[in-house]
């Protein structure tokens, strides 16, 4: 049974630090793995999604690893913003069902 | 270029009622995914649905929950005899195809709460 760690559960920092946001999963036989950010009393929006055979995406001020064969992923924020405070959460996908993890909130101080 | 649409967006049962959830999934996606928040928990599959087709129920409760996407019109997330630990905020993604190397596309959910 696929399971899905994110760590830590709560982060607080100053506003343009960089931050790094970890997942873990149990079992490396995934397709992708997508990393989610939630706003309170919002759905998910999709910030990057990994495939199997890629080691790394970026988006902007954003940067998603992914090393399959020790169940690892991070998300890299760089030049936080307050307008980055939110919930992110990943998701590995084992074939048309996602595992997320419990996410990481996010708090960036002005 | 409308996202996936669910409503309603608050949803206030008493206990042995029903509860419909509806989602309309992104224009072109044929595949639908439902999963569960419940408080202070992660998001939790429940169903993956095509058109008229349920692919994988493995995450429904055996009881009181159903779910159908009909040719026509949008999925339906059906809680039947509601109870107080059905409250939860209830996602609805789409995708074009399987979600191997797609994106899910989530709405804004439903909060249902049970009184």
């Known amino acids: 049974k696929q399971e899905v760690t994110q760590i830590p559960a709560a982060l607080s920092v100053p506003e343009g630090e960089n931050l790094v946001l970890n997942c873990s999963f149990t079992?490396?036989?995934?397709?992708?793995l997508q990393w989610f950010r939630q706003d309170p009393g919002k759905g998910l929006t999709s910030l990057l999604l990994i495939q199997s055979s890629q080691r790394e995406q970026t988006s902007g001020r954003l940067n998603a690893s992914l090393d399959k064969s020790s169940g690892r992923s991070t998300l890299y924020i760089a030049a936080s913003q307050p307008g980055d405070s939110a919930t992110y959460l990943c998701?590995?996908?084992?074939?048309?069902?996602?595992?997320f993890g419990t996410g990481t909130s996010l708090t960036v101080i002005p | 270029n409308a996202g996936v649409m669910q409503n309603p967006r608050h949803l206030v049962r008493r206990r042995g009622q029903e509860a419909r959830l509806r989602c309309s999934p992104m224009?072109?996606?044929?595949?639908v995914y439902w999963y569960r928040q419940l408080p202070e928990e992660g998001l939790k599959f429940m169903v993956y649905l095509q058109k008229e087709n349920i692919i994988d129920e493995s995450g429904m409760p055996k009881e009181r929950f159903s779910a159908e996407f009909p040719k026509e019109g949008p999925s339906i997330l059906r809680i039947q005899q509601v109870v107080r630990g059905d409250s939860a905020a209830y996602f609805c993604?789409?995708?074009?195809?399987?979600?191997?190397?797609?994106?899910?596309?989530f709405g804004d959910g439903t909060r249902l709460s049970i009184l």
């Open positions: 224009k072109g996606h044929s595949h």
């Open positions: 998701a590995v996908d084992r074939g048309n069902q996602f595992y």
């Open positions: 993604a789409s995708s074009p195809i399987d979600s191997l190397n797609q994106p899910q596309h």
């Open positions: 079992d490396s036989a995934i397709y992708n």
